[in-house]
């Protein structure tokens, strides 16, 4: 199975440049993380998460769904993507973002394949992908359709509902280490503690801004998991992204 969620590649120490990228905005300190709930019913369940989730549950949806799926949203950056959508193959009109520099790549509402939508999430990773994506039994939303400003709270700014069909796929990537079969009600914390930043002091004094992308954060991770209203583990991870 391909792991979408970029806390288990830290704790499997797989560290890829989507992970290092998740982290690359963190300066040194603590950073207390909007939580991922998830609610459980015989029928299926509903994961709600902050901003930082949303491209990597995209991407769960594109690894895992069967059939077509129907999108609508934006894009924003500050790239020109309309060769990348045109090559792709789904339907866009460009604008302006009110107040921030780049564009938005406006996404009408759409049918395409999941091959379509599985390339449109992979080859714009890195892209702010801010599109709602409904599936048979599958319904990502997105709280806004614009980025929230840096360092705002962004408490269930993804919803992701599934079928009970995705639920040990969905247990094995983001519910790794929990051990209860049965429950309703789960919530998972984290506490970022970045201690220090490796930057390349060669690289620093001919391109800043690209020193700074590529820094290495070091630190730990404390994760908590609450089952039905009880601390069921606490523990914390090293990490080097």
Sequence with gaps: MTTTN????????????????AFMR?????????????????TGFTVQGGFEYLNFMQRFVAENVKGDVEIDGVIET??????????????????????????????????ISKDIYKKLVNELFTEYLLFNVKAEGVLLKVKSKTTPKLGSPTDKFVTLKLPVGFR???????????EVKDFKDLVIEHKYFVENIDVDNKLLAKDADLARKKAIRIGE???????????????KVKFKV
Excluded: C, M, W
């Design 26 to 42: 963190y300066s040194i300190g603590e950073f207390v993380k909007e939580p991922v709930t998830v609610k459980n019913t015989k």
């Design 221 to 235: 991770i404390s994760r908590k998991l609450t089952v039905d209203g009880k601390v069921v583990k606490e523990y």
């Design 168 to 178: 040990s796929t969905f247990k094995e990537d983001y519910l790794f280490d929990v």
């Design 78 to 111: 500050v790239k020109d993507l309309s060769s990348a959508l045109k090559k792709i193959g789904v339907k866009f009109e460009e604008e302006r973002r009110f107040g921030k520099s780049g564009s938005k790549f406006v996404l009408p509402t759409q049918k």
């Design 6 to 21: 970029f806390i288990k590649h830290i704790f499997d120490k797989n560290i890829t440049s989507e992970v290092h990228n």
